[in-house]
């Protein structure tokens, strides 16, 4: 049962909102001031537990005090449990949809939680409740009821998630049967948890004597609370006994043996006195949670099922109504237990009828997740997958309805699981939104052998190549262009019109197409995804069209059409999913590396705050962790040093190892060669460099096209190392081949980067000219664009082959509008400065002035190549001694290199 059904408002909604009312009293209940008086004063705890068997009114005690703090002004949510609660999102979406019923403003999370937190984990679904709550005004309280219903620790997790991070104006109570296996030493030290146990439950002679007025005098009153030991259920059980026949008042002595004996027998008394038609109703319908006079006229095959219900009011506690208009009741949990074992022992060979009966009614009434549970229970699982399938199967989470799916599949046997293709498939498409890939891989395979799917199954063949496709994605394969080609063939299987089929199957080809580096058909495939999640109607599939086509837009260097694509995706996102959904920490992520190559670094940090934990435990595949790790570790050195950045790296290594991306290893080790070079540490680069792990070949790249992104990170690494260790001849021999391979591929960022270096590389060769022109050439593709940081973190050497190329082109009396975003860019070079550990800091002219130094020119040559005069020279070569403690050109030069100021 889930907010996301749909159906006659009058006949569904109450199974729902049922959750978040306590049961309606229909008669006045005990009055108990002096243990009201007890919780009133319980206001400094944090966690209230109401623990004690059932039958001692725990409901009714909290109903009570429910209303005493709602008419004191306070915000109380009410939320009943049952054992279909064991998802622990779906249950946190319940908790926020109870405050909400209770009055409290969630905002936008009231939303999302109707859809069940789809596209959002736990960890930052509970971040978002929590931080919603300490918003709203005043004191606010979550009442949990029949906790020990769900099954055994499902939920612990979101109760400790609540308690650890709990604000000062929330509190939880939970009443269970048994006392919770939570973690809470810590807050016990603080006082901050209370308890109240069954002795405080009991009732006494005093509490219940107004309810048998007339019936018992007090002697006999106080002779019944001590054989029932003030048990509240025997006692309202004894009540209707009595009303039925007066003279039995006499009897109550006759009562010994144990309470539950005593409830026993008292029930079956009390259904004994009912008449046949009534308690043969009763009995059929206690397979469902809860009743309506139609339900039960549809498991009964009767047609008087609502006079019935209306003539059952006496029961009044056992039968319980669950809203005002008097639609929906259920029974007294112990009073239904009763009856269902009373069914079990009359009419044993009718049950499986009378579920397929409530099934079908379910099923009629929009309310899907009933029907399976109830096609469940009577063990006919085939209906099991044709509800599934119906109601939309694995494709309910492109349409925000996971928590739906989670709920239909819940509780299947996986030997029944595998036996049935739409149902392997729609859990093992649940499995990777989890990113529980291996077991994900591990159904798939079990199904196709134990439950393939049938020829003449469109729905079922279709979905088992998309969702196996998915799957395969996410595993990292499809590393060939004949891979390609097969997840291309999907295409002549799937109907024109099938536009959510075609829509998947061009995301697949996204993922196909960016393994083997073809941007250009990647941004095809994305378009066409674009094209059918539109007419497929599906805010989910779109947006993850969107993405592949953002990234791919980055990769080919068009960062303005990047940043508008994923700027849209991320309103998408926080929209329909919110603003702590897996789809919005995807869009993050990528605009994340929009902003740092554009330089905004603080956008760049602000977008990535939170998000990669999120991505690393959630939905997300290589290509958005190859671009993650980068960016993070990029903004970790800019901003933090390098200690930090390679911090960044060693957790993308952990991920990579526990998701199996082995492809990410490489790419990996090669940005941390490139951040050793940068940081100055050369010798530890060198040594990577040299070791096994770390490979390099020469136009690989033509005979494996998957290695593209590994095969560029490694040329940039080796090419950065080479040109630090004075050896640029050898670095233009990589940057060539990685340069061939950027641009064969149409990979326009890779193409600025690798030129860049080409052009530092040929001026440490004294080939001046051709160095400038090559550094204008990858500007003329970069600041077009807003692109700075390929140039940035090059560092002083870069920023004076810059400052020449600048003078260049005014002296060509060209290019005003480069000349002119050139300046800026380097306005900005020089606004940044670098700084050494010790503190010190460099200007970007003495970086300059160091980096002319390193080439051996004089103090006069320094002056002509810098536009300054000799004595500003020497001013700064008095400045850069100081800063790096030396008195002589050579050590300068030495001590620079080793701090990385020139290369």
Same mark, same amino acid.
């Given at each position: 049962?889930?907010?996301?059904?749909?159906?006659?408002?009058?006949?569904?909604?109450?199974?729902?909102?049922?959750?978040?009312?306590?049961?309606?009293?229909?008669?006045?209940?005990?009055?108990?001031?002096?243990?009201?008086?007890?919780?009133?004063?319980?206001?400094?705890?944090?966690?209230?537990?109401?623990?004690?068997?059932?039958?001692?009114?725990?409901?009714?005690?909290?109903?009570?005090?429910?209303?005493?703090?709602?008419?004191?002004?306070?915000?109380?949510?009410?939320?009943?449990?049952? !054992?279909?609660?064991?998802?622990?999102?779906?249950?946190?979406?319940?908790?926020?949809?109870?405050?909400?019923?209770?009055?409290?403003?969630?905002?936008?999370?009231?939303?999302?939680?109707?859809?069940?937190?789809?596209?959002? %984990?736990?960890?930052?679904?509970?971040?978002?409740?929590?931080?919603?709550?300490?918003?709203?005004?005043?004191?606010?309280?979550?009442?949990?009821?029949?906790?020990?219903?769900?099954?055994?620790?499902?939920?612990?997790?979101?109760?400790?998630?609540?308690?650890?991070?709990?604000?000062?104006?929330? +509190?939880?109570?939970? %009443?269970?049967?048994?006392?919770?296996?939570?973690?809470?030493?810590?807050?016990?030290?603080?006082?901050?948890?209370?308890?109240?146990?069954?002795?405080?439950?009991?009732?006494?002679?005093?509490?219940?004597?107004?309810?048998?007025?007339?019936?018992?005098?007090?002697?006999?009153? !106080?002779?019944?609370?001590?054989?029932?030991?003030?048990?509240?259920?025997?006692?309202?059980?004894?009540?209707?006994?009595?009303?039925?026949?007066?003279? *039995?008042?006499?009897?109550?002595?006759?009562?010994?043996?144990?309470?539950?004996?005593?409830?026993?027998?008292?029930?079956?008394?009390?259904?004994?006195?009912?008449? /046949?038609?009534?308690?043969?109703?009763?009995?059929?319908?206690?397979?469902?949670?809860?009743?309506?006079?139609?339900?039960?006229?549809?498991?009964?095959? +009767?047609?008087?099922?609502?006079?019935?219900?209306?003539?059952?009011?006496?029961?009044?506690?056992?039968?319980?109504?669950?809203?005002?208009?008097?639609?929906?009741?259920?029974?007294?949990?112990?009073?239904?237990?009763?009856?269902?074992?009373?069914?079990?022992? !009359?009419?044993?060979?009718?049950?499986?009828?009378?579920?397929?009966?409530?099934?079908?009614?379910?099923?009629?009434?929009?309310?899907?997740?009933?029907?399976?549970?109830? /096609?469940?229970?009577?063990?006919?699982?085939?209906?099991?997958?044709?509800?599934?399938?119906?109601?939309?199967?694995?494709?309910?989470?492109?349409?925000?309805?996971?928590?739906?799916?989670?709920?239909?599949?819940?509780?299947?046997?996986?030997?029944?699981?595998?036996?049935?293709?739409?149902?392997?498939?729609?859990?093992?498409?649940?499995?990777?939104?989890?990113?529980?890939?291996?077991?994900?891989?591990?159904?798939?395979?079990?199904?196709?052998?134990?439950?393939?799917?049938?020829?003449?199954?469109?729905?079922?063949?279709?979905?088992?190549?998309?969702?196996?496709?998915?799957?395969?994605?996410?595993?990292?394969?499809?590393?060939?262009?004949?891979?390609?080609?097969?997840?291309?063939?999907?295409?002549?299987?799937?109907?024109?019109?099938?536009?959510?089929?075609?829509?998947?199957?061009?995301?697949?080809?996204?993922?196909?197409?960016? +393994?083997?580096?073809?941007?250009?058909?990647?941004?095809?495939?994305?378009?066409?995804?674009?094209?059918?999640?539109?007419?497929?109607?599906?805010?989910?599939?779109?947006?993850?069209?969107?993405?592949?086509?953002? &990234?791919?837009?980055?990769?080919?260097?068009?960062?303005?059409?990047?940043?508008?694509?994923?700027?849209?995706?991320?309103?998408?996102?926080?929209?329909?999913?919110?603003?702590?959904?897996?789809?919005?920490?995807?869009?993050?992520?990528?605009?994340?590396?929009?902003?740092?190559?554009?330089?905004?670094?603080? /956008?760049?940090?602000? =977008?990535?705050?939170?998000?990669?934990?999120?991505?690393?435990?959630?939905?997300?595949?290589?290509?958005?962790?190859?671009?993650?790790?980068?960016?993070?570790?990029?903004?970790?050195?800019?901003?933090?040093?390098?200690?930090?950045?390679?911090?960044?790296?060693?957790?993308?290594?952990?991920?990579?190892?526990?998701?199996?991306?082995?492809?990410?290893?490489?790419?990996?080790?090669? =940005? *941390?060669?490139?951040?050793?070079?940068?940081?100055?540490?050369?010798?530890?680069?060198?040594?990577?460099?040299?070791?096994?792990?770390?490979?390099?070949?020469?136009?690989?790249?033509?005979?494996?096209?998957?290695?593209? +992104?590994?095969?560029? !990170?490694?040329?940039?690494?080796?090419?950065?190392?080479?040109?630090?260790?004075?050896?640029?001849? =050898?670095?233009?021999?990589?940057?060539?081949?990685?340069?061939?391979?950027?641009?064969?591929?149409?990979?326009?960022?890779?193409?600025?980067?690798?030129?860049?270096?080409?052009?530092?590389?040929?001026?440490?060769?004294?080939?001046?000219?051709?160095?400038?022109?090559?550094?204008?050439?990858?500007?003329?593709?970069?600041?077009?664009?807003?692109? /700075?940081?390929?140039?940035?973190?090059?560092?002083?050497?870069?920023?004076?082959?810059?400052?020449?190329?600048?003078?260049?082109?005014?002296?060509?009396?060209?290019?005003?509008?480069?000349?002119?975003?050139?300046?800026?860019?380097?306005?900005?070079? %020089?606004?940044?400065?670098?700084?050494?550990?010790?503190?010190?800091?460099?200007?970007? *002219?003495?970086?300059?002035?160091?980096?002319?130094?390193?080439?051996?020119?004089?103090?006069?040559?320094?002056?002509?190549?810098?536009?300054?005069?000799?004595?500003?020279?020497?001013?700064? &070569?008095?400045?850069?001694?100081?800063?790096?403690?030396?008195?002589?050109?050579?050590?300068?030069?030495?001590?620079?290199?080793?701090?990385?100021?020139?290369?």
């Amino acid at each position: 049962m889930t907010m996301a059904q749909t159906g006659d408002p009058s006949k569904i909604d109450w199974l729902a909102a049922s959750k978040f009312l306590p049961p309606q009293a229909a008669v006045a209940l005990v009055s108990r001031p002096a243990l009201e008086a007890v919780l009133q004063a319980s206001t400094r705890p944090r966690l209230l537990l109401v623990i004690c068997p059932p039958g001692y009114g725990k409901t009714t005690l909290l109903t009570q005090w429910r209303e005493r703090l709602r008419r004191d002004g306070e915000t109380v949510g009410w939320l009943s449990l049952d !054992e279909d609660d064991a998802d622990p999102v779906q249950t946190l979406a319940y908790m926020v949809l109870s405050l909400s019923a209770a009055g409290a403003d969630m905002q936008e999370l009231e939303r999302m939680a109707v859809q069940g937190f789809a596209e959002t %984990s736990l960890s930052a679904a509970l971040s978002a409740v929590l931080a919603a709550i300490a918003r709203l005004p005043g004191r606010v309280t979550l009442m949990i009821d029949d906790y020990h219903r769900v099954p055994a620790k499902a939920l612990d997790g979101v109760l400790e998630g609540l308690l650890s991070r709990m604000p000062d104006n929330f +509190r939880l109570i939970v %009443s269970s049967r048994e006392r919770p296996s939570l973690s809470l030493a810590a807050l016990r030290a603080q006082g901050l948890v209370a308890e109240i146990g069954a002795d405080r439950l009991q009732l006494t002679a005093d509490d219940i004597a107004p309810l048998f007025a007339g019936q018992l005098d007090q002697l006999a009153v !106080e002779r019944l609370v001590a054989r029932t030991e003030g048990w509240g259920v025997a006692l309202q059980l004894a009540r209707l006994w009595l009303a039925g026949a007066p003279e *039995r008042a006499a009897a109550i002595d006759q009562f010994s043996g144990r309470t539950t004996d005593v409830a026993d027998y008292l029930a079956e008394q009390v259904l004994r006195d009912l008449p /046949a038609a009534a308690r043969q109703a009763l009995l059929e319908t206690s397979i469902c949670e809860r009743i309506s006079g139609d339900l039960a006229n549809a498991i009964t095959g +009767r047609t008087d099922c609502w006079r019935l219900l209306s003539d059952l009011q006496r029961l009044n506690t056992l039968l319980i109504p669950l809203d005002g208009e008097r639609r929906w009741f259920r029974c007294h949990l112990l009073f239904r237990e009763f009856l269902q074992e009373q069914l079990q022992r !009359e009419m044993p060979d009718r049950i499986p009828s009378l579920h397929a009966a409530a099934s079908r009614w379910f099923e009629h009434n929009g309310a899907p997740v009933e029907a399976v549970r109830h /096609a469940r229970l009577m063990g006919d699982y085939d209906r099991v997958e044709t509800l599934v399938r119906d109601a939309g199967g694995w494709a309910l989470v492109l349409y925000g309805g996971i928590g739906v799916l989670r709920n239909l599949l819940r509780g299947l046997p996986r030997e029944e699981l595998v036996r049935r293709p739409h149902l392997w498939i729609a859990q093992s498409y649940l499995y990777t939104k989890d990113g529980d890939i291996a077991a994900a891989r591990a159904l798939v395979d079990a199904g196709r052998k134990a439950g393939p799917p049938g020829p003449h199954d469109y729905a079922a063949v279709r979905d088992d190549l998309l969702i196996g496709g998915v799957i395969e994605g996410y595993e990292d394969q499809w590393l060939t262009p004949a891979e390609y080609e097969k997840v291309a063939a999907i295409e002549q299987l799937i109907e024109s019109s099938d536009h959510l089929g075609l829509g998947c199957l061009y995301e697949s080809l996204c993922v196909a197409a960016m +393994r083997v580096g073809q941007s250009e058909l990647v941004e095809e495939a994305a378009i066409k995804a674009v094209r059918h999640m539109r007419a497929a109607d599906t805010i989910l599939g779109l947006n993850y069209a969107h993405f592949h086509l953002g &990234l791919t837009q980055l990769i080919i260097g068009r960062l303005r059409e990047a940043e508008a694509t994923l700027r849209e995706a991320l309103t998408i996102a926080e929209e329909n999913f919110g603003a702590e959904s897996g789809q919005t920490m995807i869009a993050q992520s990528l605009l994340a590396a929009v902003f740092y190559l554009q330089n905004d670094l603080a /956008a760049a940090k602000s =977008h990535l705050d939170g998000v990669i934990e999120q991505l690393e435990n959630g939905d997300c595949w290589f290509d958005i962790f190859a671009t993650v790790y980068a960016t993070a570790s990029d903004i970790a050195f800019a901003m933090l040093g390098l200690e930090e950045a390679l911090a960044m790296l060693d957790r993308g290594a952990r991920m990579a190892r526990r998701r199996g991306l082995e492809r990410l290893m490489p790419l990996l080790l090669a =940005h *941390r060669i490139r951040l050793l070079v940068r940081g100055g540490e050369m010798l530890k680069a060198a040594q990577i460099s040299g070791s096994l792990d770390f490979t390099f070949t020469l136009g690989e790249w033509r005979q494996k096209p998957w290695v593209w +992104r590994s095969h560029h !990170e490694a040329g940039m690494a080796l090419a950065a190392l080479y040109i630090a260790q004075g050896a640029p001849g =050898h670095a233009l021999e990589v940057l060539a081949d990685i340069h061939a391979a950027a641009a064969d591929r149409k990979h326009g960022l890779q193409l600025i980067q690798s030129i860049a270096l080409e052009a530092l590389a040929l001026r440490h060769l004294g080939r001046h000219e051709e160095a400038i022109a090559r550094i204008v050439d990858a500007l003329r593709l970069a600041l077009p664009e807003g692109m /700075a940081r390929p140039f940035i973190d090059e560092g002083g050497a870069m920023e004076a082959l810059l400052s020449l190329a600048l003078r260049s082109l005014r002296e060509a009396a060209a290019d005003s509008l480069l000349k002119t975003q050139l300046a800026k860019l380097l306005q900005l070079m %020089s606004s940044q400065g670098t700084v050494l550990a010790g503190g010190q800091d460099f200007s970007p *002219r003495e970086r300059e002035v160091l980096t002319e130094l390193a080439h051996g020119y004089s103090n006069k040559e320094i002056a002509r190549l810098l536009n300054m005069t000799e004595n500003t020279v020497k001013f700064h &070569l008095k400045n850069i001694y100081a800063k790096l403690g030396v008195d002589k050109r050579g050590l300068a030069v030495a001590r620079a290199r080793e701090k990385a100021l020139i290369s």
